[in-house]
């Protein structure tokens, strides 16, 4: 079941996807899995404000980083588990050694992709994955043609992709890294909760794909029909695709919302 929620604005949906997080925080010991890229960074700014406003038991939680570049050296400022640290982990105290990232180093990247798969098991499964979706409806580092069962794996990523993450390296395409590892979208449905944010405008056909076309390793995010517990919020702008005639039956389509109140 997809709960699709179009709320006003950006800031209404780092607000909402900020509850959602802090919620399962303040319930106790838990097991996150976190994003990287542009659109989890007003969630992270926001849980960072509540923890520092009124300290949460962050540091017993666990988190599993999404997906890794392969290629970049450890502490590289765009390597993941770099961004997230600083985006996030480090703000709320949660010990590095549980902070966990897909092992790019081993020199058998297979093995450590099983591996990966096989600590999040160990660790008791992810109780809330956080994802974005890519403008090419990509999730994690799975392009489109990405099988809908895989584990965490190597991926080539897509021109169109590494495009789109220059801006992270001072605009230059060939020092975004061509390979990844990354979670499995048969990785992802086995978290017991989804939590899917998207802004902006070039976000708008990936996601009226994910409300009106069944699963499909075309439109890597449209998986998320096979995942019991979705959530999904978006801006107008990213909304502005969806043809409410055309959303799929296990798609509850919210719209309006309340503003969140941020607390
Ligand atoms: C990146 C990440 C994805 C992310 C996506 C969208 O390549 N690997 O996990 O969801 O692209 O990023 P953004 O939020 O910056 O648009």
């Known amino acids: 079941m997809i709960e699709l929620h179009v709320l006003p604005d950006p800031e209404s949906v780092g607000l909402a996807a900020a509850d959602a997080i802090d919620e399962v925080v303040r319930g106790g010991p838990c097991v996150l899995g976190l994003a990287t890229g542009s659109s989890p960074d007003r969630v992270y700014d926001e849980l960072a404000r509540r923890h520092l406003a009124q300290p949460r038991p962050w540091a017993s939680s666990r988190v599993f980083i999404l997906d890794e570049y392969v290629g970049l050296p450890a502490g590289h400022p765009e390597r993941y588990a770099t961004v997230?640290?600083?985006?996030?982990?480090?703000?709320?105290?949660?010990?590095?050694?549980?902070?966990?990232?897909?092992?790019?180093d081993a020199d058998d990247l297979v093995v450590a992709g099983a591996r990966y798969d096989a600590d999040i098991a160990a660790a008791g499964g992810v109780d809330l994955q956080l994802l974005g979706v890519g403008a090419n409806g990509h999730i994690a580092f799975n392009e489109p043609g990405a099988?809908?069962?895989g584990g965490t794996h190597l991926a080539q990523l897509t021109a169109r992709t590494r495009q789109d993450n220059a801006r992270f390296f001072d605009g230059d395409v060939q020092?975004?890294?061509?390979?990844?590892?990354?979670?499995?979208?048969?990785?992802?449905l086995r978290s017991r909760r989804a939590?899917?944010?998207?802004?902006?405008?070039?976000?708008?056909?990936?996601?009226?794909?994910?409300a009106s076309r069944d699963a499909?390793?075309?439109?890597?995010?449209?998986?998320?029909?096979?995942?019991?517990?979705?959530?999904?919020?978006?801006?107008?702008?990213?909304?502005?695709?969806?043809?409410a005639s055309a959303v799929l039956p296990d798609v509850r389509l919210v719209r309006p919302t309340r503003v969140p109140a941020g607390r």
């Not at 020092?175 to 992802?188: E, F, L």
């Not at 449209?222 to 107008?236: G, I, K, M």
């Open 147 to 149: 099988p809908l069962d």
């Open 195 to 210: 939590l899917l944010v998207a802004t902006g405008e070039a976000k708008a056909e990936a996601v009226a794909a994910l």
């Open 175 to 188: 020092a975004v890294p061509r390979t990844a590892m990354t979670q499995g979208i048969g990785t992802i």
């Open 216 to 243: 499909t390793s075309a439109v890597p995010v449209t998986a998320l029909h096979r995942h019991d517990s979705v959530l999904v919020l978006v801006d107008e702008a990213a909304a502005s695709g969806l043809d």
């Open 84 to 104: 997230i640290r600083r985006a996030i982990t480090d703000r709320v105290g949660i010990p590095s050694e549980r902070v966990h990232a897909p092992d790019v």
